[in-house]
């Protein structure tokens, strides 16, 4: 068989999200559909192929610290407390030391790492503020918010579009990139374009 470098790459992505998902119910779909949303946001945003590539790549990745995470934490039917909410937390900096092991993943490994950052300085781990967060990270904290709101769980049903936008519209410039953000408010039938087509297989979160 031929060597391709890029399905190689791919395959073992497919492989870390897939072990990930085996274990925590909650994450189920949830990487497919933060990943197909960003894709489209990147090319909204009219990012070269390159950078695309490597946040697409990212928003796949961007939970996989979570299989470091006890699954008592994970699989919690509820708010979590205090303490559980410090250790699933550090999901985005066991991500960055799983990944950073490759220098292909550096800048990946980058981006998972500061998913959760806000542009007011209040995100974790690292309390980045603006542009200092990389823009990678800025687009996929945003769509990782739509899918987590739009999502059901077992103490809530999923929030209409509607009120995503509204949630939006009053985060921007607290934990959301101005520019981006109003490029998804601008364009929200194109970023969650086939979203309601998962709805029945993965947004159910609760079962």
């Given at each position: 068989?031929?060597?391709?470098?890029?399905?190689?790459?791919?395959?073992?992505?497919?492989?870390?999200?897939?072990?990930?998902?085996?274990?925590?119910?909650?994450?189920?779909?949830?990487s497919?559909?933060?990943?197909?949303?960003?894709?489209?946001l990147?090319?909204?945003?009219?990012l070269?192929?390159e950078?695309?590539?490597i946040?697409?790549?990212a928003?796949?990745?961007?939970?996989?610290?979570k299989?470091?995470?006890?699954?008592?934490?994970?699989?919690?039917e509820?708010?979590?407390?205090d303490?559980?909410?410090?250790?699933?937390?550090?999901?985005?900096?066991i991500?960055?030391?799983?990944?950073i092991?490759?220098?292909?993943?550096?800048?990946?490994?980058?981006?998972?790492?500061?998913?959760h950052?806000?542009?007011?300085?209040?995100?974790?781990?690292?309390?980045?503020k603006?542009e200092?967060?990389?823009?990678?990270?800025?687009?996929?904290?945003?769509?990782?918010?739509i899918?987590?709101?739009?999502?059901?769980?077992?103490?809530?049903?999923?929030?209409?579009?509607?009120?995503?936008?509204?949630?939006?519209?009053?985060?921007?410039?607290v934990?959301?990139?101005?520019?981006?953000?109003?490029?998804v408010l601008?364009?929200?039938?194109?970023?969650?374009?086939?979203?309601n087509?998962?709805?029945?297989l993965?947004?159910?979160?609760s079962?």
């Open positions: 068989m031929e060597y391709n470098k890029d399905v190689f790459y791919h395959d073992i992505i497919e492989s870390m999200v897939t072990a990930l998902e085996a274990r925590d119910t909650y994450t189920a779909g949830h497919l559909r933060v990943s197909d949303m960003t894709n489209k990147c090319e909204l945003l009219n070269d192929n950078n695309k590539q946040i697409h790549i928003s796949h990745l961007h939970d996989i610290g299989i470091g995470v006890k699954d008592s934490v994970l699989n919690k509820g708010p979590l407390n303490i559980e909410w410090e250790l699933l937390k550090k999901h985005s900096e991500g960055y030391n799983i990944l092991k490759s220098e292909f993943l550096k800048d990946i490994a980058n981006i998972v790492l500061c998913h950052e806000r542009w007011d300085g209040n995100g974790y781990p690292n309390k980045l603006n200092e967060i990389p823009y990678g990270a800025r687009i996929i904290a945003l769509c990782d918010s899918d987590a709101m739009k999502s059901n769980r077992p103490y809530r049903k999923g929030l209409s579009d509607g009120i995503c936008k509204e949630e939006i519209r009053k985060n921007i410039r934990m959301y990139d101005p520019k981006i953000a109003k490029c601008n364009n929200w039938d194109d970023i969650i374009i086939g979203y087509g998962y709805e029945e993965v947004i159910d979160t079962k």
